[in-house]
C-alpha cells in the first residue's frame, strides 16, 4: 500500500469558486484515476486556519510504484488544470505517506 495526500489551499474570495469546481471537475478527475485503488476527498477543518480554505485528497495505492506512476503523469496535469484556472489562488502541496503500521 502507497498513499499519496495532497492538500489544496484557497485563498477566501476563491473558496466559493472552488467548491464548484471540486463537486463537478476535481472529483470526476479522481473518479477517472486508473491507479488509485481507493480516495477520499475531504474539506480540512482546522483551527489553525483563518483565511481561505484547505481541501485534502487522500489516494490509496497498491504499491510505490503505481504513487510514482500518478506523480509523474497525472499530477502535473492536475496541477496544469488547477492553475489554468485558479492562478496561485489555490496552492497544492503533495505529501507521500508511507505507513509503518495500518489498519484499513
Do not use: C
Request: without cysteine.
Amino acid at each position: 500500500m502507497s498513499i499519496l495526500s495532497i492538500t489544496f489551499h484557497t485563498v477566501e474570495n476563491k473558496i466559493e469558486e472552488w467548491d464548484i469546481y471540486l463537486e463537478n471537475d476535481l472529483h470526476q478527475m479522481v473518479e477517472n484515476l486508473l491507479d488509485v485503488e481507493q480516495y477520499v476527498l475531504s474539506e480540512v477543518q482546522s483551527e489553525l486556519i483563518d483565511e481561505g480554505k484547505n481541501t485534502n485528497l487522500f489516494l490509496v495505492f497498491d504499491n510505490d510504484e503505481r504513487r510514482d506512476r500518478f506523480m509523474q503523469t497525472e499530477m502535473p496535469n492536475l496541477q496544469e488544470r488547477i492553475l489554468a484556472k485558479f492562478g496561485e489562488q489555490v496552492i497544492i502541496f503533495p505529501t507521500f505517506l508511507d505507513p509503518k503500521r495500518k489498519r484499513l
